[in-house]
C-alpha cells in the first residue's frame, strides 16, 4: 500500500450505533488530520495530531473521538452520531508540523463516506 | 485570521482551451504557502501546486501554474490546454508558517470545473 489509505470506504449507521474510521499513512510522515466534508460547506478541520499529540481540536462534537496511537495510523470513534454528521471524511498527513514551515502540502486518502441514519 | 475566498462556484471550458480559477486570500503572516488541490467525483484530494511566499518566480507543474501575485493576495489557478479529465472540484488552501497556526491549512470552498468536448 502506497499513500494514504481509508478504511472503509463507506459507512452506513444509525444513531445508536458506535463505529471507527481508520486512517493509515505509508508515507513517513509525522502530521495527521481529520477533516470534514459536507455538501455545499467548504473543507473543515476537525483535528491534527503531530508527532501523536493532539494539536488541534476545531470545537469538534465529543461524539467524534480521535485516537492516535503512532504517526502512522489515525482512527475517528463515532458514537451516538446525529444525521447531519452525515459527510465525506477525509484523512491527511504531512510532514511534521513546525513553526516557520509552511512548505509541506498534505496528501489526502480517498475519505470515508459516512451516512447516519 | 486567515481566510480564502474563491468566487467561482462553477466553470466551464472548453476542451483544450486554457481556464483560470480565481483564489484571493488574506493573512498578516508574512510566511505562508499556498496550495492547489483537485478532488475528483471519487473523493480524493490530490495536490497539485505550491507557491510560497517568498518564491520569486510563479510556480509551474506540467499544464499547472499559478498566477501569484502577492501585493493583490491572489493565487490564481491556471490550467492549460484542458482535458476531459480535468473536470473536477478545485481548492485553494493556505498554511501560514510563523503564527501559532503554523502548519494548519485553511480551505476554500472551492470551485467546479467543468471541460466540455
Known amino acids: 500500500e502506497t499513500g494514504v489509505t481509508q478504511t472503509p470506504r463507506h459507512l452506513v449507521m444509525g444513531m445508536t450505533n458506535k463505529k471507527s474510521l481508520k486512517c493509515e499513512q505509508h508515507?513517513?510522515?509525522?502530521?495527521m488530520y481529520w477533516y470534514k466534508q459536507s455538501a455545499k460547506k467548504p473543507l473543515e478541520l476537525m483535528f491534527v495530531?503531530?508527532?501523536?499529540?493532539?494539536?488541534e481540536n476545531n470545537s469538534v462534537p465529543s461524539r467524534f473521538s480521535p485516537e492516535c496511537p503512532n504517526s502512522s495510523h489515525l482512527f475517528l470513534h463515532l458514537h451516538t452520531l446525529q444525521p447531519e454528521d452525515s459527510a465525506l471524511y477525509l484523512c491527511?498527513?504531512?510532514?511534521?508540523?513546525?513553526?516557520?514551515?509552511?512548505?509541506?502540502?498534505?496528501?489526502f486518502g480517498p475519505g470515508t463516506r459516512l451516512t447516519v441514519l | 485570521a486567515q481566510k480564502i475566498t474563491q468566487t467561482q462556484p462553477g466553470m466551464f471550458v472548453q476542451e483544450k482551451e486554457a481556464v483560470t480559477l480565481d483564489c484571493t486570500y488574506d493573512t498578516s503572516d508574512p510566511s505562508y504557502g499556498l496550495f492547489w488541490y483537485k478532488q475528483p467525483s471519487s473523493g480524493e484530494m490530490i495536490f497539485l501546486i505550491y507557491?510560497?511566499?517568498?518564491?520569486?518566480q510563479n510556480a509551474t507543474e506540467g499544464r499547472y501554474s499559478l498566477n501569484f501575485q502577492k501585493a493583490r493576495k491572489s493565487a490564481n489557478l491556471v490550467i492549460s490546454a484542458s482535458q476531459l479529465g480535468d473536470s473536477a472540484m478545485y481548492f485553494c488552501a493556505m498554511r501560514e508558517g510563523l503564527s501559532t497556526n503554523a502548519g494548519k491549512s485553511t480551505f476554500g470552498d472551492g470551485t467546479t470545473l467543468t471541460v466540455k468536448p
Open positions: 491527511a498527513s504531512s510532514q511534521a508540523l513546525s513553526s516557520g514551515r509552511a512548505k509541506d502540502e498534505q496528501f
Open positions: 508515507l513517513g510522515h509525522n502530521a
Open positions: 507557491q510560497g511566499s517568498y518564491d520569486q
Open positions: 495530531y503531530n508527532f501523536k499529540e493532539q494539536t
